[in-house]
């Protein structure tokens, strides 16, 4: 295969199958989970341009080093995440479950701010109606939202925190700042979910590496400002991907272990309608880096924007939608507001996964 020496070269899986019986060495599987696909589609960029973008099959990835370390990354399974007492498991979707305790939130945060048993009990719910992970979060980070002073947040979080951690369900913190983490993490929590990808806090990343704890990084434009800035795209999949693969790098040569971090690329932050649709399209590309993917595309006004404005508590069937685009990408973590219905919708998903593997 003759391609450019220069040029730094992305694989996107495509042609997904139900199933791989009868086909050996004709697909392959993604991220060790349960979508099969049997061709790529190969991307060259150079000088920030794509110089080559063809299509081609499983098989024939022979003669590249490079597509074969690519290919690597995208096949290899993940690894599980040991959560406190939990085990989870990345061979399939999995629902992280929205529990935001503020006043300005797109659920009902504001029902729990002063009530964290409630709140506790909120995410309790979610847990028996099939969340995997709860995401405990006390600043809101829609667009327009006000920043929140630690200390508030810290108080929002902490005792609902204490009480979902000592009832066995796994937790994960969604903040961007360390006193905040440090907090959380000292309150049972057991992951940071971090908007700006440990670049907002100064103190952040050293947070993270002494806990040894796992860390989402997501992407935005401009994460040490806000999570909505920034001055456009050249290539939206490709510039998202770029930034997410030198951040992981980056985490991973400051200590954290690159089993324990996970990649997330941002809908809805500082990216417009097409900008958020190419990367739905594209998210199987993700997989390239090599770590699991967290996709949270919960009634993001992008839904709105599909379905005539519907507002933010209307828009359950895109968000669905979105899941389960998500889960056939081999997204790992679906981080949404609606627990039941998405893990309802993702149990019929695998059901037709199974049957697949089974009908020939």
Not at 50 to 78: C, H, Y
Request: hydrophobic share 45%.
């Amino acid at each position: 295969m003759d391609l450019p020496a220069s040029a730094k070269l992305y694989l996107r899986p495509i042609r997904f199958v139900d199933s791989p019986v009868g086909r050996d060495g004709d697909v392959a599987r993604l991220a060790g989970g349960l979508t099969w696909f049997a061709g790529y589609e190969l991307i060259a960029v150079e000088g920030g341009r794509r110089v080559l973008q063809r299509d081609i099959s499983v098989g024939d990835m022979d003669g590249d080093e490079r597509l074969a370390r690519i290919a690597t990354r995208i096949t290899a399974p993940r690894a599980p995440l040991q959560l406190g007492e939990r085990v989870l498991r990345l061979d399939q979707p999995q629902v992280m479950g929205i529990l935001n305790v503020t006043p300005d939130s797109f659920s009902d945060g504001v029902h729990h701010v002063d009530d964290p048993a409630g709140a506790a009990q909120v995410g309790i719910d979610m847990s028996v109606a099939g969340a995997a992970i709860i995401d405990v979060g006390g600043e809101s980070t829609r667009p327009g939202s006000d920043t929140v002073w630690e200390g508030d947040e810290i108080a929002r979080v902490v005792p609902a925190i204490e009480r979902l951690a000592r009832s066995g369900t796994a937790v994960s913190v969604d903040t961007r700042k360390a006193a905040v983490m440090e907090a959380a993490l000292s309150a049972g929590a057991h992951v940071v979910n971090d908007v700006a990808a440990l670049l907002y806090d100064e103190r952040a990343l050293e947070v993270v590496v002494r806990a040894g704890c796992p860390v989402v990084l997501m992407h935005s434009p401009d994460p040490a400002k806000g999570p909505h800035g920034g001055n456009g795209y050249v290539d939206v999949l490709v510039d998202v991907y770029n930034w997410l693969e030198a951040r992981v790098e980056a985490v991973a040569a400051a200590g954290v272990d690159r089993g324990k971090i996970l990649i997330d690329p941002g809908i809805g932050f500082g990216k417009g309608l097409q900008e958020n649709l190419a990367l739905l399209n594209g998210l199987a590309m993700f997989h390239g880096i090599g770590c699991p993917i967290v996709l949270g595309a919960s009634r993001k006004r992008m839904i709105g924007a599909l379905s005539n404005e519907a507002s933010a508590d209307a828009r359950l069937g895109g968000s669905i939608a979105l899941a389960l685009k998500g889960a056939e990408a081999g997204a790992q973590l679906i981080r949404v507001h609606d627990v039941f219905e998405t893990a309802q919708a993702l149990r019929v998903w695998r059901g037709c996964k199974d049957a697949a593997l089974i009908a020939r």
